[in-house]
């Protein structure tokens, strides 16, 4: 099924009454599942809100989530309050300020640096994309860029939550050829 969520954060007074479809349909939801912000829609991509308020990114038909609420879910779940802003207040170079900020709310220690490479050498490695795990990727000669893994689409490429990716906290699959170290937080 090719279905394409929509949601309107006014409507129902702020809660999430239903849910429509593109091809038909609706899923009704119960309570009050009410989320602050404005939603993004990408081509065959969709955004849904879950009864917490907690979002999951998709691809309808084409995009398998790995893992789910696991160990990393505190840092994926964090970072997803700040998708389409920047809560950091820097104008440039701030993807790796965001990833010390998300790691210091969930409580954990961060690098303490602004260098996205620091990361590389942060908590322990692991072999391969996991939810939760942080992802250092190079920009090659521009530098690198670190965020946190979310997901895994089709073609095995990690989706990765980041901040400063367009000037925004932003959740989208990367090529799975740039990252070169995964680590989780101890």
């Not at 779940?77 to 900020?101: I, K, Q």
């Not at 692991?126 to 860029?145: C, E, K, T």
Request: proline fraction near 3%; charged fraction near 15%.
């Amino acid at each position: 099924m090719n279905a394409q969520a929509s949601y309107d954060p006014n409507a129902n007074g702020g809660s999430m009454g239903s849910m429509n479809f593109a091809g038909g349909g609706d899923m009704s939801t119960g309570g009050n599942t009410s989320r602050v912000g404005k939603m993004s829609r990408a081509v065959n991509k969709s955004y849904a809100v879950n009864k917490n308020g907690a979002g999951d990114m998709g691809n309808t038909g084409n995009m398998s989530m790995s893992g789910g609420f696991g160990g990393g879910s505190g840092l994926v779940s964090e970072a997803r309050r700040y998708v389409g802003g920047n809560p950091t207040g820097r104008g440039s170079l701030w993807c790796a300020r965001f990833m010390n900020m998300v790691l210091e709310k969930t409580g954990h220690r961060g690098t303490g640096s602004d260098m996205a490479n620091s990361f590389a050498h942060y908590g322990t490695r692991v072999s391969g994309p996991q939810v939760g795990a942080i992802a250092v990727m190079s920009r090659g000669r521009r530098g690198g860029h670190v965020g946190i893994i979310t997901g895994v689409d089709a073609q095995g490429n990690p989706i990765m939550i980041s901040g400063n990716n367009g000037n925004r906290v932003r959740e989208a699959p990367v090529s799975r050829g740039r990252i070169y170290a995964y680590v989780m937080p101890n």
